[in-house]
């Protein structure tokens, strides 16, 4: 049984809510009120749906049908449009991939488990083969994360972004 954990975020000053009604549930936290957000047809019924938060409080939707991964560009009211559409089996052919398609023909042979600012990024499940792995959406380069870890137990992926190299503060009493 899959345990179903409601995806949150917050952009700017508005709290968003995954649903599994087909939307996602808003909370404007300046005027205290609850609105709707649809989901793109193609992804209302969609259990592998991950959104992130981009600039301007604007909205991105990624899911997995099949083998392709469909990115969505949203203005946070409910208008999307289809900014890409990628083949997962292209974009991974170097990983070696052993297995594309679960056994039991109902599972997704792709799952998404989380998505970058800007949809910049995003990380994968192979569900057949157990590969995790991250994909840079601009320019559908494909990493492989991990092999087999996330098939025995619920996971949460929560991925980090930062500057690179990191930039520390300078200690002043270490100056003097």
Known sequence: MDIVVAQKLLVGSKFYMMTTLGYILGL????????KVQLPDEARNSRTAKFAGGQHSKLYLVDAKGLQL?????????????????????????????????????????????????AEFVILELVASGIVCCMQVGNRVVEKVAVGVLQNYTARVLPITMVWPPIFPVDKASQE
């Open 28 to 35: 404007d936290l300046v005027t205290a009120s609850f609105f």
């Open 70 to 118: 469909c990115i969505w560009h949203g203005d946070g009211v409910g208008q999307w449009v289809l900014v890409d559409t990628i083949s997962v089996r292209e974009a991974c052919g170097h990983l070696n991939v052993q297995r594309w398609k679960p056994d039991d023909g109902c599972t997704a042979p792709v799952k998404v488990f989380a998505v970058g600012d800007n």
